[in-house]
């Protein structure tokens, strides 16, 4: 069975640093793209950050760029998000999501399963 | 204000049908055929539902349809069941390495 598992959430001040991380079990960790995505109270969904099977491709959303770090340990089947220069606004539920892409007769590409997230509050 | 627009609820009686609306662009929707469609209950993992337009993950019943026209894609819900109160997102491709996603709609069977 699929289990993404997210930990490491937390209340931290503006400012500060925090890094999650999302524990996978069930398949083959390494051959598979990985991303986050998160959900702030009240709105929808928003895609945060991408990194490809190997680590050396990754590509975040502009609203987190140039403060969060994707990557991965593929030995360890774990995923992680190191967030620095936290603001309030990126108070949310963080979940990380796996994406199935494939190209048979015709191409497919989803994000097939999601863990239950965690919660990380920015407040003074 | 998220990038594709859903209505903010539905809602219908045990046994009838609801569809639920995903408008984007041609960016997004409208340019790829890789829009989804998830059921979320409240502190559970969101569950995929519906893939590229139309197609359904094994486990999941028949009584879930998608389609699409345009920029907009729809999620049908047909003989509505109690079980199936939740929230669903719609989500799409949106190019390079990103995705969009739907403010998300809550379905109540009433």
């Known amino acids: 069975e699929v289990q993404l598992v997210e930990s490491g959430g937390g209340l931290v001040q503006p400012g500060e640093s925090l890094k999650v991380s999302c524990a996978a079990s069930?398949?083959?960790?390494?051959?598979?793209?990985m991303h986050w995505v998160r959900q702030a109270p009240g709105m929808g969904l928003e895609w945060v950050s991408y990194?490809?099977?190997?680590?050396?491709?990754?590509d975040y959303a502009d609203s987190v760029q140039g403060r969060f770090t994707i990557s991965r340990d593929n030995a360890r089947n774990s995923l992680y998000l190191q967030m620095n220069s936290l603001r309030v606004e990126d108070t949310a539920v963080y979940y990380c999501?796996?994406?199935?892409?494939?190209?048979?007769?015709?191409?497919?590409?989803?994000?097939?399963?999601w863990g239950q997230g965690t919660l990380v509050t920015v407040s003074s | 204000q998220s990038a594709l627009t859903q209505p903010r609820s539905v809602s219908g009686s045990p046994g009838q049908s609801v569809t639920i609306s995903c408008t984007g662009t041609?960016?997004?929707?409208?340019?790829?055929?890789?829009v989804s469609w998830y059921q979320h209950h409240p502190g559970k993992a969101p569950k995929l539902m519906i893939y590229?337009?139309?197609k359904r993950p094994s486990g999941v019943p028949d009584r879930f349809s998608g389609s699409k026209s345009g920029n907009t894609a729809s999620l049908t819900i047909s003989g509505l069941q109690t079980e199936d109160e939740a929230d669903y997102y719609c989500?799409?491709?949106?190019?390079?390495?990103?995705?969009?996603f739907g403010g998300g709609t809550k379905l109540t069977v009433l």
């Open positions: 999501a796996r994406l199935l892409a494939y190209c048979a007769s015709e191409c497919y590409q989803v994000l097939d399963y």
């Open positions: 069930g398949f083959t960790f390494s051959s598979y793209e």
């Open positions: 990194i490809n099977t190997g680590g050396s491709t990754i």
């Open positions: 041609s960016s997004d929707v409208g340019g790829y055929k890789y």
């Open positions: 590229d337009v139309s």
């Open positions: 989500s799409s491709f949106a190019g390079s390495f990103s995705w969009v």
